[in-house]
């Protein structure tokens, strides 16, 4: 559910002091035709980012017979150049009257909020569609007219949609291509049998084929009118100025009364088996799940939060590490309006399939049989709880929550309902809901069996075993030193052993995170340990001297808060975020985690199994496949052109005693860095370090250094390949050497990415906008210590292959030939500062700028000062550097793509 993060009082037992102080009260005011407005302001104005969404609440479900597709394929031109006009009732007319003038011929509604310094996207669901967009707070109403005209008047050319129908139908053969997609729209099928909901939001590819801009305008016109509009705006915004834009654009439209939905799913239980060619078996189970807002949502919610969220959760416990049944496994609980669904997704070995199912139904039959324990009810509680908390760090989680409910159900109030049932709960609550909703009788079963090693006797002979474990159980069943303030208001403290601790102090909103990182990661691996340091950092967190990895997870779980390890090409470390009060406990368990990892055995071999598989399921992925081929070829034996993941020799190599003795030589508690960002008290977080460092005996020992990493030898041969995988579509993965961390260079080739890659970059508009060829297009860099690399990606149907090739290479060798034009370099330079400016509201993000600069040696102010240097890049550097990178001497490629057919 969504949360409400307004000035209602939040759920029991949730302390959230201060945490709306900075927004005044909320504005809700109907418009002449019946359009809603929503605008939750901030104090001062014109200050920060701010988020603007449009609301549709029309979505696959509002289609009729012969427009299934209609609604995703129109989001996809309300981003196509639209048509301004000239006259009194024009659409430059209406902006003008809005107060917006715009002078060109054609409004380009992503380069036009990009020039703004924002960001836009939209989405389509069954229920809704939604154009949302983050922006500076001082620039929110003329987004708000700029999003209302491309939106509410698309102009719906019949030779862009030509287009953007092939680009959607690359969409779907992307999706086709994804075995868990597939798995999940079998069963979903049965979940609502006959009802819209049942149909994919992308349509079929011969329904998207066939559709005319007559058809979508018909949709359109019926869909995006009156009472199914909503404008949410949160942030510093000016509320005059939206006012005046939301009356002229939203309010100009016709009344319509808001859509009523009919009929109701009508779910077709069973289980349904196919062969296909991947490598792990994909399974899915769905049971049909209460409506938003229905009485039992809330219990239910909880339900799949005991039963697949989180280490500690029951299918993780169960399935996959005692039985070790799944190698990945999940619940979640997907929400509409006339009706849910409650997804057990996992991947498991074709041998095992049966057994997964098995096992998966023996966990889903205990909620019904037996009541949930206080702790997990109390875990459950907090994780859903949290939201209110989280979703107030930024001001797009808090208009989508407005946006949400206000479509879904039209009244606000109803989102403070779902938190007093939640709080309400009791684990019997619980178990009654289950036994009324979760039978394995009604559930939907859907799985893929690898072709290679199951033939249609041995597929049959699952079915059989999945179709037998349906039915009803047998038995009875019941319904030191203190921190210093430096000039950049960061406090810093660095112990005698060598750590460093460093601190920004955010209190706004309750919530706190930290970063405890070491240098390293995989660029010190060596090949016959490939995946060590991956293997490690995962089993930070899975038990130490103090606290079993079960127990752990509990603990983490139970305070809805964040404990992960992690490992890069250059560093390793844990994370964390959690809710202020809980921040002492959390830090921690954080230090126990890497003064005491145990590195346990069975908790190795678990790992390892879920990683061999993981290494075995990215075959299934070409875009994976291509990326992998293509390191290869730019880093030769370099360890950078390995998986960080590992490899499959290196990891059966790994023992206890190998990852101890890593884990000493390489990673000593005085080499570290602590980042902590938020709402914390620095002092108290310093003694709390100290006293565990001397507790373990570290508290001036002073750490021994790790052995050189390797250096980067470029490879020598041929620098292309292709592999050839039978799929819809080809992957391409093209690569140049790039550069290192600290690179003063760095902000230059940001904006040559986005001026190339970005959502109006080059390669968007040439291969996606202009010719039709790709889904996907996209340029991106990655900076290692010892070297980097730049890449396009790529993927597009199979007879469009030297097209899309040929394509990409026009414009590589447009960027090498002349410089970016100034608007270009503007349009980047506004979307890179946007994005900077939306990631710091985040505290984790804040606390990885300061670890990350920290343990890489660069000065603070550098990364703070990202926008400043972005603003001073110009086209003559982005155009040099250009020129320095796209080298074709050095330049490397790999397909993959089906063979060719004789």
Not at 97 to 111: N, S
Not at 613 to 624: I, K, N, S, T, Y
Not at 732 to 754: F, K, M, N, Q, Y
Request: aromatic letters at 4%; a neutral charge.
């Amino acid at each position: 559910m969504p949360d409400l993060p307004v000035s209602p009082p939040s759920p029991r037992g949730l302390d959230l002091p201060g945490a709306a102080s900075e927004f005044a009260s909320l504005i809700d005011e109907r418009l002449a035709n019946g359009a809603r407005l929503l605008i939750l302001p901030a104090r001062p104005a014109g200050a920060g980012p701010a988020a603007i969404q449009l609301w549709v609440g029309s979505g696959t479900a509002a289609e009729r017979p012969d427009e299934h597709g209609c609604a995703h394929l129109l989001e996809h031109m309300l981003f196509k150049p639209c048509a301004l006009g000239h006259g009194p009732k024009s659409i430059r007319a209406r902006l003008a009257k809005a107060g917006v003038r715009r002078a060109e011929p054609a409004l380009d509604l992503a380069g036009a909020i990009e020039a703004l310094g924002g960001d836009i996207n939209a989405f389509t669901s069954h229920d809704e569609t939604v154009v949302h967009v983050t922006a500076p707070a001082a620039r929110a109403a003329e987004a708000a007219a700029l999003i209302a005209a491309a939106t509410l008047h698309p102009t719906l050319d019949p030779t862009t949609l030509a287009q953007e129908r092939e680009v959607v139908i690359e969409e779907i053969k992307q999706y086709d291509d994804d075995p868990g997609q597939r798995v999940t729209q079998a069963a979903l099928e049965r979940v609502y049998g006959t009802h819209a909901y049942a149909r994919p939001v992308l349509g079929l590819e011969a329904e998207v084929a066939g559709h005319t801009a007559t058809r979508l305008r018909a949709y359109h016109r019926r869909a995006y009118a009156g009472e199914r509009l909503t404008l949410v705006a949160v942030g510093a915004v000016d509320v005059a100025a939206l006012r005046k834009v939301a009356r002229a654009t939203v309010g100009a439209l016709p009344a319509a009364p808001a859509r009523r939905p009919t009929g109701e799913p009508a779910p077709r239980p069973g289980v349904t088996v196919k062969r296909a060619e991947v490598q792990e078996a994909y399974v899915l189970l769905a049971w049909p799940a209460p409506a938003a807002g229905a009485a039992d949502a809330a219990a239910i919610d909880a339900a799949a939060v005991v039963l697949g969220n989180g280490e500690s959760s029951r299918l993780v416990a169960e399935t996959r590490r005692k039985e070790q049944v799944v190698s990945d496994i999940q619940a979640h609980c997907d929400t509409l309006r006339l009706g849910g669904s409650l997804l057990v997704s996992a991947r498991t070995t074709a041998a095992q399939a049966a057994a997964a199912v098995t096992a998966v139904l023996t966990q889903v039959r205990r909620l019904a049989a037996a009541s949930v324990s206080p702790e997990e009810l109390a875990r459950a509680k907090a994780i859903l709880e949290s939201d209110l908390v989280y979703r107030r760090e930024t001001v797009q989680g808090q208009a989508h929550a407005l946006g949400a409910c206000a479509t879904i159900f039209g009244d606000l109030a109803r989102e403070r309902e779902y938190y007093a049932a939640l709080a309400a709960l009791t684990p019997e609550a619980v178990r009654s809901a289950c036994a009324r909703w979760l039978d394995p009788a009604h559930a939907c079963v859907s799985l893929e069996l690898p072709r290679a090693e199951v033939d249609v006797a041995k597929a049959r002979s699952v079915k059989t075993a999945v179709d037998a474990a349906l039915k009803p159980a047998e038995g009875p069943r019941r319904g030191g030193p203190a921190p210093k303030r430096a000039p950049d208001g960061i406090d810093t403290l660095t112990l005698p052993n060598g750590l460093r601790l460093l601190a920004r102090v955010e209190p706004a909103v309750p919530v706190a995170a930290g970063w405890l990182i070491w240098p390293g990661g995989q660029r010190r691996e060596s090949a016959a340990l490939a995946g060590s340091n991956s293997v490690a950092a995962a089993l930070l967190t899975r038990g130490n001297a103090r606290t079993g990895g079960e127990a752990l997870s509990r603990a983490i779980d139970g305070m809805a808060a964040g404990l992960d390890g992690f490992a890069g090409r250059n560093s390793l470390g844990l994370h964390f975020e959690c809710l202020a009060r809980h921040f002492p406990a959390v830090l921690g368990h954080a230090l126990d985690c890497t003064i005491t990892p145990t590195f346990a055995a069975d908790e190795l071999d678990e790992e390892r199994r879920v990683a061999l598989q993981d290494l075995a399921a990215e075959v299934d992925d070409p875009g994976q496949v291509a990326s992998r081929g293509l390191h290869k070829l730019l880093y030769g034996e370099h360890p950078f052109s390995r998986p960080v993941r590992g490899t499959p020799e290196g990891l059966r190599a790994l023992t206890p005693a190998k990852l101890k003795a890593l884990w000493r030589r390489d990673y000593p508690i005085g080499q570290a860095v602590l980042a902590l960002a938020g709402d914390v008290d620095v002092a108290a977080a310093a003694a709390q370090v100290e006293a565990a460092l001397r507790e373990a005996g570290l508290w001036d020992r002073m750490p021994e250094g790790p052995g050189k990493a390797k250096p980067v030898q470029a490879p020598r041969g041929p620098r292309e390949r292709e592999i050839f995988q039978d799929r819809e579509q080809a992957h391409i993965a093209l690569g140049w050497p790039g550069i290192a961390v600290g690179d003063e260079r760095e902000p230059a080739l940001d904006v040559l990415s986005a001026v190339l890659g970005g959502q109006t970059g080059r390669l968007f508009t040439a291969l996606r906008e202009v010719q039709g060829l790709v889904y996907e297009v996209s340029m991106s860099s990655v900076e290692g210590v010892d070297a980097g690399h730049v890449a396009i990606h790529a993927s597009t149907s199979q007879d469009k292959l030297p097209k899309a090739l040929a394509a990409i290479a026009a414009e590589v060798e447009r960027a090498v030939r002349e410089p970016p034009s100034p608007a270009e370099v503007a349009r980047a330079q506004a979307w890179l500062v946007g994005q900077f400016e939306l990631g710091q509201q985040r505290r984790s993000r804040m606390a990885s700028l300061l670890a990350l600069s920290e343990v890489y040696g660069l000065p603070r102010a550098r990364a703070f000062a990202y926008p400043q240097r972005v603003r001073a890049v110009t086209a003559e550097a982005v155009w040099t550097l250009a020129r320095t990178l796209f080298r074709p001497q050095v330049a490397a490629r790999c397909v993959v793509r089906a063979k060719r057919r004789k």
